[in-house]
């Protein structure tokens, strides 16, 4: 399977592979999305690996912004609020400068909607080995919708069916409702 720069979860998973559907599931807050981005940039910068990153909850701007500090190794709340002196400015700028025609040119689409027809699209004309939904909640169900429950095991038996037909690694994002801590 494909590596994901994380040795561990490679051996866990035997990399990502064609077909599989992965749910990363937290509560919110922890770093779900800093961790599919991670993936994401390996995948591209590493690996080579074009990569569809379907973000439901994020605009394309935040997610670029990022994925550069990320490739840059500059704190994002730092990068964000500009919390650096003159000298570290303009070697930030310099660093950006530099990455940006190289993340440019990576195989990453950023997407803002989800459905089968548009990964299918992108596997077949952009070559796209790997599908990361950012989040599985806030995917709208296919059919009328019922309880919350039904909805959520709907989509993610759509995912699955994506995974299968586009033999590519699936890797869905979900929030964990707050609720089990009391239980």
Same mark, same amino acid.
Request: neutral net charge.
């Given at each position: 399977?494909?590596?994901?720069?994380?040795?561990?979860?490679?051996?866990?998973?035997?990399?990502?592979?064609?077909?599989? +559907?992965?749910?990363?599931?937290?509560?919110?807050?922890?770093?779900?999305?800093?961790?599919?981005?991670? +993936?994401?940039?390996?995948?591209?910068?590493?690996?080579?690996?074009?990569?569809?990153?379907?973000?439901?909850?994020?605009?394309?701007?935040?997610?670029?912004?990022?994925?550069?500090?990320?490739?840059?190794?500059?704190?994002?709340?730092?990068?964000?609020?500009?919390?650096?002196?003159?000298?570290?400015?303009?070697?930030?700028?310099?660093?950006?400068?530099?990455?940006?025609?190289?993340?440019?040119?990576?195989?990453?689409?950023?997407?803002?909607?989800?459905?089968?027809?548009?990964?299918?699209?992108? #596997?077949?004309?952009?070559? #796209?080995?790997?599908?990361?939904?950012?989040?599985?909640?806030?995917?709208?169900?296919?059919?009328?919708?019922?309880?919350?429950?039904?909805?959520?095991?709907?989509?993610?038996?759509? +995912?699955?069916?994506?995974?299968?037909?586009?033999? #590519?690694?699936?890797?869905? +994002?979900?929030?964990?409702?707050?609720?089990?801590?009391?239980?």
């Amino acid at each position: 399977g494909l590596r994901t720069g994380y040795e561990e979860m490679d051996k866990v998973l035997c990399g990502l592979r064609g077909g599989q +559907l992965i749910t990363i599931a937290a509560r919110t807050s922890v770093g779900k999305t800093t961790l599919a981005m991670n +993936l994401a940039e390996y995948l591209v910068m590493a690996e080579e690996v074009p990569v569809v990153f379907f973000s439901l909850e994020m605009q394309t701007d935040e997610l670029n912004t990022r994925m550069l500090s990320s490739y840059i190794g500059v704190n994002m709340q730092s990068f964000i609020n500009h919390d650096y002196d003159e000298q570290q400015r303009l070697a930030i700028i310099n660093q950006a400068a530099k990455a940006i025609p190289t993340l440019n040119a990576a195989p990453l689409t950023i997407n803002s909607r989800t459905d089968r027809a548009e990964a299918r699209r992108l #596997v077949k004309n952009k070559g #796209v080995k790997a599908v990361i939904v950012d989040y599985l909640q806030l995917v709208k169900p296919s059919g009328r919708g019922g309880n919350r429950v039904q909805d959520v095991g709907e989509i993610s038996r759509g +995912l699955k069916r994506m995974a299968l037909e586009l033999d #590519v690694p699936v890797i869905a +994002l979900a929030q964990l409702n707050r609720q089990v801590e009391n239980e």
